[in-house]
């Protein structure tokens, strides 16, 4: 049963556009987010993070959104730039592990 | 620089021969983690630990084993590799449980025939 869903594994952006990644999950004991940007033959590298306690986080061009009652969390990267075309990987944290999502790959297009 | 880092990063083993992917960190980190990464299925956890001598399952722990002995090394041990465990396996360190954010290795290509 998968707990994390990122439901679109690709997405294609004209750079200066805004990019919208999204997030579903399912187990109610999540309470904290976060996102990882993974690039080929390289390890996944942390973006951003929420806790449920919030609704919206924003570190320069990424935000990122949390909808409780959804169970659903979406990362706004405005404006989108080629560097940031990317495999991202939401995650959700219970007390001990680290969920993921299957990623999706984002294609920023010059 | 504050890195986590896996040897080897690419192995090619036969069916049955017991093998282990070294992960070491470098920022004193509490937490340890192994995922494996395959196509359509993303990352899963393999095992953690959360403490030295503390470990725990993750979502796919068949097949491995993992020790803590020092805070700094997080082995994977493969007793008996099969076909099926062929993936991309990152290790990652972070100060406390989940809740920070992670810092993966490069990862460990690993294929067995």
């Known amino acids: 049963d998968q707990q994390v869903k990122q439901n679109s594994p690709s997405l294609s952006v004209q750079e200066g556009r805004i990019s919208i990644l999204n997030c579903d999950y399912t187990n109610s004991m999540f309470d904290y987010f976060l996102w990882y940007k993974k690039y080929p033959a390289e390890g996944p590298t942390f973006l951003i993070s929420i806790s449920s306690i919030k609704d919206k986080n924003e570190d320069g061009r990424f935000t990122v959104f949390l909808n409780k009652s959804a169970k659903h969390l979406s990362l706004h990267i405005v404006p989108s730039q080629p560097g940031d075309s990317a495999v991202y990987f939401c995650a959700a944290s219970g007390y001990s592990t680290l969920t993921f999502g299957k990623g999706t790959m984002l294609l920023v297009s010059p | 620089e504050a890195q986590v880092t896996q040897n080897p990063r690419y192995l090619i083993t036969v069916t049955g021969k017991k093998l282990t992917v070294t992960c070491s960190q470098n920022m004193n980190h509490e937490y340890m983690s192994w995922y494996r990464q395959d196509p359509g299925l993303g990352l899963r956890q393999i095992y953690y630990?959360?403490?030295?001598?503390?470990?725990d399952k993750g979502d796919v722990p068949e097949g491995y084993k993992v020790s803590r002995k020092e805070k700094r090394n997080f082995p994977l041990i493969l007793e008996s590799p099969s076909p099926n465990q062929t993936s991309l396996y990152f290790c990652?360190?972070?100060?406390?449980?989940?809740?920070?954010?992670?810092?993966f290795g490069p990862g460990t290509r690993l294929t067995v025939l």
């Open positions: 990652a360190s972070s100060y406390n449980r989940g809740r920070n954010e992670q810092f």
């Open positions: 630990s959360m403490n030295v001598e503390v470990t």
